[in-house]
Nanobody
Framework: QVQLVESGGGLVQAGGSLRLSCLAS????????MGWYRQAPGKQRELVAG??????NYADSVKGRFTISRGNAKNTVYLQMNSLKTEDTAVYYC????????WGQGTQVTVSS
């Protein structure tokens, strides 16, 4: 079992920045993937950025603006979000992949114009 707790969401103006954090606990040694997803009202949940030992990948809509990273202890993952746009408004979820995907409770990010 893996437990995930996100923090760092909030309200920001367009063009601003936010940094999301996710702390994993439990069976963290077997985590092979960590990532951030988001879900806007009326839309499906989508992958924003993911990271494994082999590297990271991003949704086309956030490339060049968002950066995913893991802490040295490997039980944390961050999402640095710069040049935020109103269309980035969503609930952001941390995910960890083992034999199944575990999810955090989500954190709201609202970008105002």
């Amino acid at each position: 079992q893996v437990q995930l707790v996100e923090s760092g969401g909030g309200l920001v103006q367009a063009g601003g920045s936010l940094r999301l954090s996710c702390l994993a606990s439990g069976s963290i040694a077997v985590i092979n993937f960590m990532g951030w997803y988001r879900q806007a009202p009326g839309k499906q949940r989508e992958l924003v950025a993911g990271i494994t030992s082999g590297g990271s990948n991003y949704a086309d809509s956030v490339k060049g603006r968002f950066t995913i990273s893991r802490g040295n202890a490997k039980n944390t993952v961050y999402l640095q979000m710069n040049s935020l746009k109103t269309e980035d408004t969503a609930v952001y979820y941390c995910a960890a992949g083992v034999t199944r995907t575990f999810w955090g409770q989500g954190t709201q990010v609202t970008v105002s114009s």
